[in-house]
């Protein structure tokens, strides 16, 4: 069974840049979450996506955006990038809502220079 | 809003040399909270949940255990294959589906 699979590993953008980041869940998982992972901060939760509708978002400015399309897979966008976006992206998924047992991607790292 | 403080940060042992992790947490109401372990430039992998008090979950060499105000990753007879970060989570009852509240990690390292 094929995990979760996150594009692209790395990247490298310029502040001011947008980019999109991409997420194909577990087969069969409807719930896609995306967190990020810095040094300083750890773990932070992005935002929570569901049959195509966003459950929950964390606590970040509205440069941060995500949907998720009929087939699961799911996209986030940071637009305007600052330094401090640079980051490990994680992407998880599971089978449903509230079962907070996440399989999570390998992750994006962003570099923001 | 929801904390978790995992301690330490760092923790070296030798193999053979058992010992546990520390997370501590706050959270207006547990639903479920979570070890997660983690290996360098991969994502975490899902280790335990446990939902109450007195619950304990053992894989291997690692058992796990919960109280209400914190939960312990006791590691017996470590073995270098055991190094990783170890991340403990809390999951809220509020109905906020999967939006985890992550501690910082105990980076374990275990020689030969």
Known sequence: KAGVTQTPRYLIKTRGQQVTLSCSPISGHRSVSWYQQTPGQGLQFLFEYFSETQRNKGNFPGRFSGRQFSNSRSEMNVSTLELGDSALYLCASTLGVNTGELFFGEGSRLTVL | ???????????????????????????????????????????????????????????????????KKESFLHITAPKPEDSATYLCAVQPNNNAGNMLTFGGGTRLMVKP
């Not at chain 2, 809003?1 to 706050?26: F, H, I, M």
């Not at chain 2, 909270?33 to 008090?53: C, H, I, M, N, V």
Request: proline share 4%; aromatic share 10%; hydrophobic share 25%.
């Open chain 2, 1 to 67: 809003e929801d904390q978790v403080t995992q301690s330490p940060e760092a923790l070296r042992l030798q193999e053979g040399e058992s010992s546990s992790l520390n997370c501590s947490y706050t959270v207006s109401g547990l639903r479920g909270l979570f070890w997660y372990r983690q290996d360098p430039g991969k994502g975490p992998e899902f280790l335990f949940t446990l939902y109450s008090a007195g619950e304990e979950k053992e894989k291997e060499r690692l058992k796990a255990t919960l109280t």
